[in-house]
Structure formats: structure tokens, C-alpha cells
């Protein structure tokens, strides 16, 4: 039997476990670019889609419900991983039981035997980066000029309840990306490069700013003006940028001092300054939802009426009526 490769062990030995087989040429995920993966009829739909960026590190996607209970058991390469990942596919690194949708997920496990049971008519999803150790503690040190031991860790830390933008947004970003046979591997190389900048920018931060006490003076500033300005600016779109801009500030430490000080995050603080606005505008049974919903920033009413559902627990109108029945 010939010998299987990092990747292969990986991202492949134990799809046949799961129904999973290759798709029909022509109907692969990516332009036919990368592995692409389907249930066997009656098992499941979705896919899985997978891509070796190169041999120490790849690419996996996938949107998959299972019509019955799947087990697997496979021998696994000692290995890193950072996803974004639905609560049935991050569970292996979730500390605590999550009802999110979505979890951002970073966990090493050591070569060995590893099995996971997926519950059936659960949907399991996830965009993830899997490192062998011979990326970070060989081929992207001797890149950076610098020790990277401190990747592991930053990765490890991502337990589903911390929120980075930047790292989410590369990963969205790697999932939408239409990948050319002639270009994937550079392209898909350099968001792994960004995304791990800014993991490890994070980790610096995080070490270096452990408690609020410890933020300068002219940070909490503008962490202070930036609270301001979205107290005033909620219902328009956010762009993470242009805010790490107006406050001099990367991305990554801009999420990480707004957390710190104010125990949330900027779209979960947004969010929350929509809401209460919204529940203000609720008290008029003269205004329509859709209206109420462009007031705070949504263009549409379903988008409006779902995120007030998440946070609330009922509806808009369903508050409204609770409003006036009091």
C-alpha cells in the first residue's frame, strides 16, 4: 500500500467513512480546481471541497447534512487547524456548548487516532486552514525571519468564544474566491500568510495588553471617540478599516481594545444600539416594520426581523403586541 501524504491523511482518508465520494467531472465545486466530494445517494447532500495549497498546508470547505447518524475513526497527521465552523463541526474545540451559528476555532491535535460522531439532519459547515507542524515551525519561520512558536498557541486560543474580524473576513474571503488552476495556490498562500499575521498580532496584543488598566491613555481615548461615533452612526454600514483608521489603529488590536474595554464586540455593540433603537420605534403602532427596520440600519425587513428575533427571542411584532398588552 503506498504511502499517504499529510494532506491525504488529512482531508481524505476518512471521507469514505462518511458516504462521502469524488463528484462527477463536471460538476465539482471551484472550476474542477482542488478535490471536490459528495453524499452518496441517500446518505446526505452538500459537498465537502478540499485544495493542498502546498504540502504542508490546505484548504477545506464544506456545507453537508447527514441523513443518519455518521461515525468516523481515522488516523490523523499531527495537525493545526483555525476555522469558521457551525457548533457540529467546531465541537472538538469549543469549551463551552455554543448556539451560534458560526464559531471561529483553533485547535492542534497530535498524530494519532481520532473519531467524531456527526448527529443526522445537523447541518455541519466550515471554511478551515490546516497546518502540519513542518508550515509553522519550518516554512513560515524561515519566511518571517522570526520564531513563530507563539502560533500554536494564538491558535489553540480560539476556543469559539473569542471573535476576530480579520481573521473571520480571510476565510470568507478564501471561501468566495473562484479559484484559476494556474493561480490558486499563490492566491490561497498569501490570505494563509494574512490570516496568520493577524492571529499572531492578536497574540501579541493579547500578551502585551492583559487588562484594561494597562491600555495607554491615548488608546482608550479613542477607543472612547470610537464608542461616540457608533453610538451615532449604528443604522450606517461598518467597515472595520475605515474605523482602524479614523483611531490609528491595525484591525486586529482596534476588535481586541474595544473588547477589552467594553466586554463586547463592535458588530455585537451595533447590533445592540439597533435594537434598543428599534424597541423605541416598536411603541408606534403607526410605523411599519420596514420602515422601522431602515431607521436602524437594515435594508431589508427579513434581515431586520431575524436579527431582532436572535436577540430578542420574538419578533418585532410579537414585541410590539407584549408592548401594548402590558
Not at 235 to 242: G, I, Y
Not at 247 to 268: A, D, H, N, P, V
Request: proline content about 6%.
Amino acid at each position: 500500500m503506498p504511502v499517504r501524504t499529510g494532506f491525504e491523511q488529512l482531508c481524505l482518508s476518512h471521507l469514505p467513512q462518511l458516504g462521502l465520494k469524488p463528484a462527477k467531472k463536471g460538476l465539482e465545486e471551484k472550476n474542477g480546481v482542488g478535490f471536490t466530494f459528495v453524499p452518496e445517494p441517500g446518505v446526505g447532500k452538500g459537498y465537502l471541497w478540499t485544495y493542498p495549497i502546498n504540502a504542508a498546508c490546505s484548504l477545506t470547505i464544506y456545507d453537508v447534512v447527514f441523513h443518519q447518524d455518521m461515525s468516523f475513526h481515522y488516523h490523523h497527521p499531527a495537525a493545526l487547524t483555525v476555522a469558521v465552523s457551525s457548533p457540529s463541526s467546531a465541537e472538538p474545540a469549543l469549551t463551552k456548548p455554543c448556539t451560534n451559528p458560526e464559531n471561529l476555532v483553533g485547535y492542534f491535535l497530535e498524530e494519532g487516532t481520532f473519531g467524531h460522531t456527526i448527529p443526522k439532519n445537523t447541518p455541519v459547515r466550515s471554511i478551515g486552514i490546516g497546518l502540519m507542524p513542518e508550515f509553522y515551525e519550518q516554512q513560515l519561520p524561515a519566511l518571517m525571519g522570526q520564531e513563530t512558536t507563539q502560533m500554536k498557541k494564538a491558535a489553540c486560543a480560539l476556543d469559539g468564544t473569542v471573535s476576530l474580524p480579520e481573521v473571520e473576513s480571510i476565510l470568507h474571503q478564501m471561501a468566495a474566491y473562484l479559484p484559476q488552476a494556474g493561480s490558486a495556490g499563490l492566491r490561497y498562500e498569501a490570505k494563509v500568510f494574512d490570516l496568520l499575521a493577524a492571529l499572531l498580532e492578536w497574540n501579541d496584543l493579547t500578551l502585551s495588553a492583559p487588562t484594561a488598566a494597562s491600555i495607554s491613555a491615548k488608546d482608550q481615548e479613542a477607543m472612547q471617540s470610537l464608542k461616540h461615533f457608533l453610538l451615532q452612526n449604528y443604522s450606517t454600514k461598518v467597515d472595520l478599516q475605515r474605523l482602524a483608521q479614523m483611531c490609528y489603529m491595525s484591525k486586529s488590536k482596534l476588535t481586541y481594545l474595544f473588547r477589552m474595554l467594553y466586554g463586547t464586540t463592535i458588530y455585537e455593540f451595533i447590533l445592540a444600539c439597533r435594537i434598543d433603537r428599534a424597541k423605541e420605534l416598536l411603541a408606534d403602532r403607526e410605523k411599519k416594520l420596514s420602515e422601522i427596520a431602515a431607521l436602524v440600519g437594515y435594508e431589508r425587513q427579513s434581515s431586520f426581523s431575524a436579527a431582532f428575533h436572535q436577540k430578542t427571542g420574538v419578533t418585532p411584532n410579537e414585541f410590539r403586541r407584549q408592548f401594548w398588552n402590558k
